[in-house]
């Protein structure tokens, strides 16, 4: 459509010829919204299930009904939304992973029946995991799903209703926000889907939305969940030995017990489900060596504490497109202005790694982005509002910066979930983005009186550029080891203006570098 426009007698009016593909767009943007459903992290497609992939022929096999649906999104395959209800001469497919689900609530060699207490589905999805709970236990069920569409979906379309029953509570929330924030001692079984996001938790960020799900601190927080006895279900794609042996080790050291682990490798319900309990501990417990992810290094996909040599070559090239952007210039004027520049690399650097501080306050969801943008944002139009009142002294700015950032890297995240909301918001961007107010007065001081303009902010865009690549050091050394490397970016600009005098923009202009 938008093409027949284009081609229309250039003899049109610019007016109607504006009309005519506002039209052609929103009729577009209109049939794509049809055939998807959006939510907070994705785009979302449903088809029906009625045949699924022989496990032995390889071939596709007709099941002469329709047995669930299929979610794909942003074109990448989800999960399935199945009727597992037993019927007579069922397909193996949905017998087996009936029979997973169903696991959970199994009897075990070495643990014991499940005690009193409610379950917890975290990762509740469309409801298969729901679903099996009301099927094998007539006990309260909580279920707990970050993205309401997925749920809604889930209300509207799953065969079995399961989040029709008056004994399932549905919470719209991040798993490891909804941990913090439950009562200890209530649970008799935590069960976690299929917890695969899909989805990074941010574009400025190298971390996933399931990544603090699946840390020793979250653990820890699921045996406080639980009554003595009770027990803990983990599903998980196992694909990799290595991922494999992590989260054996990741719950054996949380529970200090054997964690107990079911997989069929051959049928069609190919998960892994891993199994542990709140119990007192045996006399020994395997030793292994796997490396298990902490709230400072959340990494579960990263087999060892380095940058993936694709992410090296990204940032190489990132890093030589930006400062061959310095040859557009002039040859005379190609020059780097280094305290703006470190100042750029530190801003960035904050940002980045706040975002994902943050989400340790307010679960891996979009008001993570909001409260930090627009604290951000808040911020810096304080500092400029500041500077254009009171001239404050970069030295005392530097100091009360570096006292928030070492009060940051030392204050656990989690030490400011016991305030109300509002309060820990304004709590958090202050602790945690604080450095960006005293940074930006620097800022204010340093351009007020700055003649070569382009220089200086070309300057704080390169070094913006540094402090994004910096990120990528947390996956070998953690989000602690950021900040620190924020302080020295700052100390850096502190030394710079030290060694040319403090005198704002004046002084800046001749800190250069060739």
Same mark, same amino acid.
């Given at each position: 459509?938008?093409?027949?426009?284009?081609?229309?007698?250039?003899?049109?009016?610019?007016?109607?010829?504006?009309?005519?593909?506002?039209?052609?767009?929103?009729?577009?943007?209109?049939?794509?919204?049809?055939?998807?459903?959006?939510?907070?992290?994705?785009?979302?497609?449903?088809?029906?299930?009625?045949?699924?992939?022989?496990?032995?022929?390889?071939?596709?096999?007709?099941?002469?009904?329709?047995?669930?649906?299929?979610?794909?999104?942003?074109?990448?395959?989800?999960?399935?939304?199945?009727?597992?209800?037993?019927?007579?001469?069922?397909?193996?497919?949905?017998?087996?992973?009936?029979?997973?689900?169903?696991?959970?609530?199994?009897?075990?060699?070495?643990?014991?029946?499940?005690?009193?207490?409610?379950?917890?589905?975290?990762?509740?999805?469309?409801?298969?995991?729901?679903?099996?709970?009301?099927?094998?236990?007539?006990?309260?069920?909580?279920?707990?799903?970050?993205?309401?569409?997925?749920?809604?979906?889930?209300?509207?379309?799953?065969?079995?209703?399961?989040?029709?029953?008056?004994?399932?509570?549905?919470?719209?929330?991040?798993?490891?926000?909804?941990?913090?924030?439950?009562?200890?001692?209530?649970?008799?079984?935590?069960?976690?889907?299929?917890?695969?996001?899909?989805?990074?938790?941010?574009?400025?960020?190298?971390?996933?939305?399931?990544?603090?799900?699946?840390?020793?601190?979250?653990?820890?927080?699921?045996?406080?969940?639980?009554?003595?006895?009770?027990?803990?279900?983990?599903?998980?794609?196992?694909?990799?030995?290595?991922?494999?042996?992590?989260?054996?080790?990741?719950?054996?050291?949380?529970?200090?017990?054997?964690?107990?682990?079911?997989?069929?490798?051959?049928?069609?319900?190919?998960?892994?489900?891993?199994?542990?309990?709140?119990?007192?501990?045996?006399?020994?417990?395997?030793?292994?060596?796997?490396?298990?992810?902490?709230?400072?290094?959340?990494?579960?996909?990263?087999?060892?504490?380095?940058?993936?040599?694709?992410?090296?070559?990204?940032?190489?090239?990132?890093?030589?497109?930006?400062?061959?952007?310095? !040859?557009? $210039?002039?040859? /005379?004027? %190609?020059?780097?202005?280094?305290?703006?520049?470190?100042?750029?690399? &530190?801003? +960035? @650097? #904050?940002?980045?790694?706040?975002?994902?501080?943050?989400?340790?306050?307010?679960?891996?969801?979009?008001?993570?982005?909001?409260?930090?943008?627009?604290?951000?944002?808040?911020?810096?139009?304080?500092?400029?509002?500041?500077?254009?009142?009171?001239?404050?002294?970069?030295?005392?700015?530097?100091?009360?910066?570096?006292?928030?950032?070492?009060?940051?890297?030392?204050?656990?995240?989690?030490?400011?979930?016991?305030?109300?909301?509002?309060?820990?918001?304004?709590?958090?961007?202050?602790?945690?983005?604080?450095?960006?107010?005293?940074?930006?007065?620097?800022?204010?001081?340093?351009?007020?009186?700055?003649?070569?303009?382009?220089?200086?902010?070309?300057?704080?865009?390169?070094?913006?550029?540094?402090?994004?690549?910096?990120?990528? !050091?947390? $996956?070998?050394? /953690?989000? %602690?080891?950021?900040?620190?490397?924020?302080?020295?970016?700052?100390? &850096?600009? +502190? @030394? #710079?203006?030290?060694?040319?005098?403090?005198?704002?923009?004046?002084?800046?202009?001749?800190?250069?570098?060739?």
């Amino acid at each position: 459509t938008l093409l027949l426009v284009l081609m229309l007698p250039r003899r049109l009016p610019d007016g109607a010829l504006a009309a005519l593909l506002g039209v052609a767009l929103v009729a577009a943007t209109h049939a794509e919204s049809q055939r998807y459903v959006w939510s907070p992290y994705y785009r979302i497609s449903v088809e029906p299930l009625t045949r699924v992939v022989d496990a032995g022929t390889r071939g596709f096999v007709e099941l002469g009904e329709t047995v669930g649906h299929v979610l794909t999104v942003n074109n990448d395959f989800y999960q399935m939304m199945l009727d597992l209800r037993p019927r007579p001469r069922e397909h193996a497919f949905l017998s087996e992973w009936r029979s997973f689900y169903d696991a959970p609530y199994a009897d075990y060699t070495g643990m014991g029946a499940l005690p009193p207490g409610d379950v917890l589905v975290v990762g509740a999805g469309t409801g298969n995991d729901v679903a099996a709970a009301l099927r094998q236990t007539d006990r309260p069920v909580t279920a707990v799903e970050i993205d309401p569409a997925i749920a809604g979906l889930g209300q509207r379309l799953h065969a079995e209703r399961p989040y029709a029953d008056p004994r399932v509570t549905l919470v719209i929330d991040d798993a490891r926000s909804f941990f913090n924030r439950a009562p200890s001692g209530r649970y008799a079984l935590v069960v976690f889907g299929f917890l695969d996001s899909h989805r990074l938790l941010s574009a400025f960020s190298s971390v996933r939305l399931d990544n603090f799900v699946y840390t020793q601190e979250a653990m820890a927080e699921v045996r406080r969940l639980l009554v003595p006895g009770g027990r803990v279900a983990l599903s998980f794609a196992s694909n990799q030995v290595w991922i494999h042996e992590r989260i054996l080790a990741l719950l054996d050291r949380a529970f200090s017990r054997p964690t107990l682990f079911t997989r069929d490798r051959e049928g069609y319900a190919n998960g892994v489900l891993y199994l542990n309990e709140r119990a007192a501990p045996p006399a020994e417990i395997p030793r292994r060596r796997a490396l298990v992810p902490t709230d400072d290094w959340p990494f579960l996909y990263l087999r060892e504490r380095r940058i993936p040599g694709h992410n090296v070559f990204f940032l190489l090239v990132a890093m030589a497109m930006s400062a061959a952007a310095l !040859l557009v $210039l002039p040859r /005379g004027e %190609r020059r780097v202005r280094l305290p703006y520049f470190f100042l750029g690399a &530190a801003f +960035f @650097l #904050l940002e980045t790694s706040n975002v994902v501080r943050m989400a340790l306050l307010y679960g891996s969801t979009w008001w993570v982005n909001t409260v930090v943008f627009a604290g951000i944002l808040v911020l810096v139009l304080l500092g400029n509002l500041t500077a254009a009142r009171w001239r404050v002294p970069i030295g005392a700015c530097m100091a009360l910066l570096a006292a928030l950032i070492l009060a940051a890297a030392t204050l656990p995240a989690d030490a400011l979930l016991g305030l109300s909301p509002w309060a820990r918001a304004i709590a958090a961007v202050a602790l945690f983005l604080g450095p960006v107010y005293f940074g930006g007065l620097i800022f204010a001081r340093l351009i007020e009186n700055e003649t070569r303009l382009y220089e200086a902010y070309g300057s704080n865009v390169l070094g913006a550029v540094l402090g994004g690549t910096a990120e990528y !050091l947390s $996956l070998i050394l /953690g989000f %602690r080891f950021l900040l620190a490397v924020a302080l020295l970016f700052y100390l &850096a600009v +502190f @030394l #710079l203006l030290r060694r040319g005098g403090a005198g704002g923009g004046a002084a800046a202009a001749g800190l250069s570098s060739t």
